[in-house]
């Protein structure tokens, strides 16, 4: 079955950054367009990043752009999100998804998702 994982996570401060990465099986990896998306408590899930199947095209929500980018290694099955330059309002759980449309930037258009791992950002 598909599995989605994402790791790298933590505690950090305002200006500093982190790395996460998420590790897929299950699936052809290739073949997928591969999203991040984020949820802080008592708001909705939001989206941030996503990256083509081949890693051409990649799009980022307004809020992340000149901090956040995306990429993909397709021979380790990997999606990463270099996040620098944090912020506070960056703190919330942060998903791994995948899906066979062109890069769509919809939760609702995803269909596999990882549990998620926790960002806060500290000011």
């Known amino acids: 079955q598909v599995r989605l994982v994402e790791s790298g996570g933590g505690l950090v401060q305002a200006g500093g950054s982190l790395r996460l990465s998420c590790a897929a099986s299950g699936l052809t990896f290739s073949t997928y367009s591969m999203g991040w998306f984020r949820q802080a408590p008592g708001k909705e899930r939001e989206f941030v990043a996503t990256i083509s199947p081949g890693g051409r095209t990649t799009s980022l929500a307004d809020s992340v752009k000149g901090r956040f980018t995306i990429a993909r290694d397709n021979g380790k099955n990997t999606v990463i999100l270099q996040m620098n330059s944090l912020k506070p309002e960056d703190t919330a759980v942060y998903y791994c998804?995948?899906?066979?449309?062109?890069?769509?930037?919809?939760?609702?258009?995803?269909?596999?998702w990882g549990q998620g791992t926790q960002v806060t950002v500290s000011s």
């Open positions: 998804s995948c899906t066979m449309l062109a890069v769509p930037t919809t939760a609702t258009q995803y269909k596999y």
